[in-house]
């Protein structure tokens, strides 16, 4: 490890700003953590993350990469309360029309909500001893050099009073509303172009009590939307014997608050489980609901001018539909890339890091955007390409209720464990013709709500 000197701000002690600091601390004599809001006990949702109400999905990709940066971290999880699982053994997957089959796929997930998730990584990323944390502490705008060429620190306040905090590196990770971009404009800079994607998402969220035969004895159930269908939902394990249930709608199909409402709402849905949950199960909450207008990006690695001694992380550089569970894990993955970075040196760090991060955004961008534009006809994104990709996947999809080889190759590339190319394999083609014309040949496509446990043969 490097000699450390100096002293770096993080903007933001969410997932991404905490993993920032992890690393910092390795590089810092000195990291402190800036959050605007009061910090809540340990499992309980703080106030500037509304998203922590509802169902979230880390990644078995963001797991091993959270792991890697703070070892322990997922025993300690499990000793709180989380559960392991396999995620095709012990998670249902309703993906194109019909659930996939279910096997031992050898990819570890974790359940957990994010509230403990955020608090037992808190808690291990505070106990470093060259980081702090400062609650209440509202950046306001950046510091700079006469010259503003290098940003020298930030202005807060707290207290009901104005200051300035100096660092020699600030990194912003205060998520989707990130106001660097209006920052930067009034230094002078351009801000960053941006991607937008307009989706509609809302979703609907209550927790409930756990039974063990509920949901056919699984840990999760996940209904991804179809174009015939634009109802999505996730009933996740929860620490506690807690069930959350996640109800969620693109452009106008959203879920109600009220308990018959959301009944009745579910029972139009092709995952039975949901219905018999809300019917059956204990309400632990009341309904919160959450909006989500577009996944947005922000393209830092296209600006030919960026100050010294400023970086962006996380939401802050790319927002996406949070229903594929890929924030935390791209905020993870960038932490690492950040750390790799900070080895080779400070000099042009923004430039180097931001050139890194777009190519691990690339991937689940693609992939968020792409299944956005099938499912909603976006036309700038739904090409002739991409309506031919669209095809093969819901055929990979059907083939995967009865193939198990074809559902693992989904799942790795769905975990960023795989690239998407990899679904384009002569084995895996094959696979998806041979599923194809089986369903053919048999004239209909059969349920398969209750499947039998399969094992994979390897291709």
Known sequence: MADRSGHAIVIGAGIGGLLAARVLADHFERVTLLERDALPPAGENRQGVPQGHHAHGLLAQGRIAIEALLPGLTRALEAAGAARGDLAGDVRWHLGGGFHCRFASGIEG??????????????????????????????????????????????????????????????????????????LREL?????????????????????????????????????????????????????????????????????????????????????????IIADAEPLTHAKTFRYPASVRRRYEKLARFPDGLLAIGDALASFNPVYGQGMTVAALEAQALAAELARGTDRLAHRFFRRAAKLVDVPWTIAVGNDARLLGIREHNGFANRLIDGY?????????????????????????????????????????????RGRRNGRRPSFDRPAFAQPRRS
């Open 110 to 183: 974790l359940l957990v909500s994010r509230p403990l998730l955020e608090a037992i990584v808190r808690e291990r990323v505070l106990a470093l001893p060259n980081v702090a944390l400062q609650a209440q502490a509202g950046v306001t705008g950046l510091a700079t050099g006469a010259d503003r060429r290098r940003v020298t620190g930030v202005k807060l306040r707290r207290g009901g009073g104005e200051e300035t905090a100096s660092a020699d590196l600030v990194v912003d990770a205060s998520g989707r509303a990130s106001r660097l971009p209006a920052w």
């Open 393 to 437: 996947i819901d055929r990979l999809h059907r083939a995967a209720r009865t193939d198990p080889v074809l559902s693992l190759a989904f799942h790795r590339v769905a975990n960023l464990m795989a690239p998407p190319a990899s679904l384009l394999r002569p084995a895996i083609a094959a696979r998806v013709l041979l599923g194809h014309l």
């Open 188 to 276: 002078g800079y351009e801000p960053p172009p941006e991607e937008r994607v307009e989706i509609g998402l809302s979703y609907t969220t209550r927790v409930y009590r756990r039974k063990p035969a509920h949901a056919d004895g699984v840990k999760a159930i996940v209904l991804g939307a179809s174009r015939d269908q634009l109802r999505a939902g996730a009933l996740l394990f929860m620490e506690g014997e807690r069930w959350i249930l996640t109800l969620g709608g693109y452009r106008g199909a959203h879920p109600p608050v009220d308990e018959a409402a959301a009944l009745a709402f579910a029972m139009q849905m092709p995952a039975p489980q949901f219905a018999e």
